[in-house]
């Protein structure tokens, strides 16, 4: 490229992305970008695995092709990350979520008698209500219909039932004889594998290694490989942990449109009405705290701490959770793992359109990629499940001590007081809080959990006499999710459908 070209290139680029008003250069942004990129890069693994249920028995045959999965995964997360860049100029990255594609996999297909088609339908129907939230600009008002602590469940319940995932896809937890569960035995090269990884990736981030998962990822199937051609670990199908035969493939785009809107009358309809409602709401929340947290570090905020023009990414992130499911990636969303690259100074939309980018060679090869076993992918599973669980940790604000004889107690006149954490001591919030999260991975359902946490926050503000408190829509859907649990009592009784 002739330097005049390349002047005008940054001409260009300059114009578009503002790099001297955002204070930061076309190179600080690159970097950022790629930044981005290797800090959320595990989904291009881990997303094929859990919508192929690798490693789990009598659901691996159910499951969706690896390549194709992988395939609609970088499509996706390719192009809305780009879209997210072009359309808002902010740092923000798209991929299919964590919690999101479980819900689709285990919830839906597994235990809810859905296909895969007919799921993926429910994605994009959950993906254009928030849309259109968005456009009439009723999504705020939604939010604030929720109480904080049942928010901060759900992501929590989530965190626990995506750990157990992991724990159960590496052979670590294991039916036990007299127990319902019981800790694997450390005798097979399975459990030994996922713990190295476990411990690989803890000590990575431990000491502050930016890419952490994937490096555990990259360095867990590269020792199972080892293992594996020393002493036939796994079958040769599907290639576990065995070098490909071809490196790179044409990108296998089968699942792309692949969807039915039929699961309104494959299940009944207040069944999949909740299913939807599920994924609506662990698609909802989680995207404005990743907008407001990402941007506060950015300096997007206002002295209100209002995002500006708030509006754009949450259009951009509602299409992505409707663009996931048309290509059967499930949902798309935020991905907090932008602050990576707002961390090294990434600070306009230049740096998703590089993040984006970097997706697309993935989809050439999908073979190299499915060597990963499910041991290698665990312990991302398990640690992004802690990452989840640690919304816990901004509890509350400690009151002032003062220093009496036989110990300390808080000054008069000031009260520890609830931040953004959970009051478990509230009955109200405490008890359906604990149940949204006990129930996600005791009854291996999310929608069990949060139908169960919504209808016990109504019951009990009610006989506290404090049904003023309980925004409207609150009461709609407890009350849907009370027919929800109904139904097979209805369907017995009296064949309703």
């Not at 970088?74 to 072009?86: D, K, P, R, S």
């Not at 049904?467 to 209805?490: N, W």
């Amino acid at each position: 490229m002739s330097e005049v070209a390349a002047t005008h290139q940054r001409s260009f680029l300059d114009r578009r992305f503002r790099f001297d008003e955002n204070r930061t250069t076309l190179r600080r942004d690159t970097i950022a970008g790629l930044t981005t990129f290797i800090v959320m890069s595990y989904i291009i693994f881990v997303n094929p695995a859990i919508l192929g249920f690798a490693g789990i028995p009598g659901l691996e045959e159910a499951g969706l092709p690896f390549d194709a999965v992988l395939t609609s995964t970088c499509l996706v997360a390719g192009v809305m990350t780009i879209l997210m860049g072009l359309y808002t100029n902010r740092a923000y990255a798209i991929a299919p979520g964590l919690g999101l594609n479980a819900v689709v996999a285990f919830q839906l297909v597994a235990n809810g008698g859905l296909g895969f088609p007919e799921a993926m339908g429910l994605v994009v129907v959950e993906g254009l209500a928030i849309t259109a939230l968005v456009l009439i600009g009723l999504r705020e008002n939604v939010m604030r219909a929720i109480p904080l602590e049942l928010k901060k469940a759900i992501a929590v319940g989530i965190g626990l039932f995506i750990a157990f995932i992991g724990f159960v896809n590496s052979g670590l937890v294991v039916r036990g004889e007299g127990t319902i569960v019981d800790l694997a035995p450390i005798t097979t090269w399975p459990v030994v594998i996922t713990i190295f990884g476990l411990v690989l990736t803890l000590a990575l981030r431990a000491i502050g290694f930016r890419g952490d998962l994937l490096l555990g990822i990259v360095l867990t199937t590269a020792l199972a490989t080892v293992i594996n051609y020393a002493t036939d670990v796994y079958p040769e199908q599907p290639g576990y942990a065995r070098w490909p035969d071809d490196l790179v493939q044409a990108p296998d785009f089968s699942l792309v449109g692949e969807i039915s809107f039929d699961a309104f009358t494959t299940i009944p309809f207040v069944t999949a009405l909740a299913f939807a409602f599920s994924l609506f709401l662990a698609d909802f929340f989680d995207t404005m705290g990743t907008l407001v947290g990402v941007g506060r570090q950015a300096g997007y905020l206002d002295e209100r701490g209002e995002l500006p023009e708030i509006r754009k990414p949450l259009l951009v992130d509602s299409l992505a959770a409707a663009a996931g499911g048309a290509a059967s990636a499930s949902s798309a969303t935020t991905y907090i793992e932008s602050g990576a690259g707002v961390a090294v100074g990434g600070r306009t939309g230049w740096v998703s359109v590089v993040t984006g980018a970097l997706f697309f060679p993935f989809m050439f090869i999908a073979p190299l990629i499915g060597m990963v076993p499910p041991q290698a992918v665990a312990p991302a599973l398990i640690i992004v499940g802690w990452l989840m669980i640690s919304v816990l940790t901004e509890f509350e604000e400690e009151a002032e001590e003062e220093e009496l004889e036989g110990g300390v107690r808080p000054r008069e006149g000031r009260e520890r007081r609830a931040l953004s954490g959970i009051n478990f001591h509230e009955l109200g919030v405490g008890f359906a809080a604990a149940i949204t999260i006990m129930l996600m991975p005791f009854s291996f359902s999310i929608t069990d959990g949060i139908a169960a946490g919504f209808i016990f926050f109504v019951v009990i503000r009610i006989f506290q006499r404090q049904a003023g408190r309980v925004h409207p829509l609150m009461y709609g859907a407890a009350g849907a999710f009370v027919l929800y649990f109904l139904l097979p009592l209805l369907q017995q009784e009296f064949s309703w459908i």
